[in-house]
């Protein structure tokens, strides 16, 4: 009788969900010829082709694709059943893996956890920092980002809601002024997120067409970088006008806010994870936590 082993299994989802079996490899830190090895007993096992191989990666045969699904729904259940049995009722214990933005995972979590790992000291926390775009529940036990819209099997709890914020140096507004109208922001240097592209943090670069009219053209920004830190590196250096999200640490004593409308973008950060963790006690206590 024909069986499919669990470690190959394992070893065909991950390198289905990757689209290749290099980053496959990194994740599950293996070498890529034993993985490939994995892949290709599998195959052999269940008499089908399961993966296409191109130059760019790998693709889903469609007996692939119906492995894939049911590989999917086995492994993510036993890995949460695991972790949910493992959370013992006299002492909470365990590694928990939250993904979230370079920003939030760097300077918000950092601060926010301490007491929390002091009062539980054997959770012990790996954090994966991803652009929002890229960031994948499936990659760690909680995600930490802005709303994951059309996903009805993930718990989405609200922690705080930000806006985004207009600041420069001192030294800069002394020497080139204060932008008075949104009007005036065309005669200054605009430090903005990886310029017109996708902004993890709030809208894709706000600033730039800030009191335009519907149909004029962007401005065009004077430094573009894909850091938080780095933008608020650059205005703290006199670059220009930046436009950063009030995360805490963000707006400092040492920036100046520049104010020129009411109205700012805003957008919420979410604490997100899978349902059928809904149960976990690590997961609800860092929760309770945050939310203080």
């Known amino acids: 009788m024909r069986r499919i082993d669990l470690s190959k299994?394992?070893?065909f989802y991950m390198v289905a969900r990757e689209g290749s079996m290099n980053r496959a490899a990194v994740k599950m830190n293996v070498s890529q010829p034993s993985l490939s090895l994995l892949v290709g007993d599998l195959e052999h096992n269940v008499r089908a082709k399961l993966f296409e191989r191109t130059s760019k990666g790998v693709h889903l045969t469609?007996?692939?694709?119906?492995?894939?699904?049911?590989?999917?729904?086995?492994?993510?259940?036993?890995?949460?059943?695991?972790?949910?049995?493992?959370?013992?009722?006299?002492?909470?214990?365990?590694?928990?893996?939250i993904v979230t933005t370079p920003y939030l995972g760097s300077e918000w979590l950092m601060f926010k956890i301490k007491n929390f790992?002091?009062?539980?000291?054997?959770?012990?926390?790996?954090?994966i920092l991803r652009e929002d775009k890229d960031i994948y529940i499936e990659e760690g036990d909680i995600a930490i980002c802005t709303p994951i819209h059309h996903q009805p099997h993930l718990i989405q709890h609200y922690l705080f809601t930000t806006c985004l914020r207009m600041v420069a140096s001192p030294d800069y507004l002394k020497k080139y002024g204060v932008p008075q109208t949104p009007e005036d922001l065309d005669s200054h240097p605009i430090i903005t997120y990886g310029g017109n592209s996708?902004?993890?943090y709030g809208s894709a670069n706000w600033i730039l067409n800030l009191g335009r009219t519907k149909y004029a053209a962007s401005r065009e920004s004077y430094l573009q970088i894909n850091s938080l830190q780095?933008?608020?590196?650059?205005?703290?250096s006199g670059y220009g006008i930046a436009e950063v999200p009030d995360f805490p640490g963000v707006l400092?004593?040492?920036?100046?806010?520049?104010?020129?409308?009411?109205?700012?973008?805003?957008?919420?950060?979410?604490?997100?994870?899978?349902?059928?963790r809904k149960n976990s006690k690590i997961l609800n206590l860092l929760l309770k936590y945050l939310q203080k």
């Open 230 to 236: 780095g933008i608020i590196n650059a205005a703290l």
């Open 117 to 127: 790992l002091k009062t539980y000291p054997k959770i012990k926390i790996n954090i």
């Open 62 to 97: 469609p007996q692939g694709e119906r492995l894939f699904i049911h590989a999917k729904k086995l492994l993510e259940e036993h890995e949460a059943f695991e972790k949910v049995f493992f959370e013992q009722d006299d002492e909470i214990e365990g590694e928990l893996k």
């Open 198 to 200: 996708y902004n993890p």
């Open 9 to 11: 299994l394992r070893a």
């Open 252 to 276: 400092r004593p040492e920036l100046i806010e520049i104010k020129l409308n009411d109205t700012m973008p805003q957008f919420d950060v979410n604490y997100v994870f899978h349902e059928k």
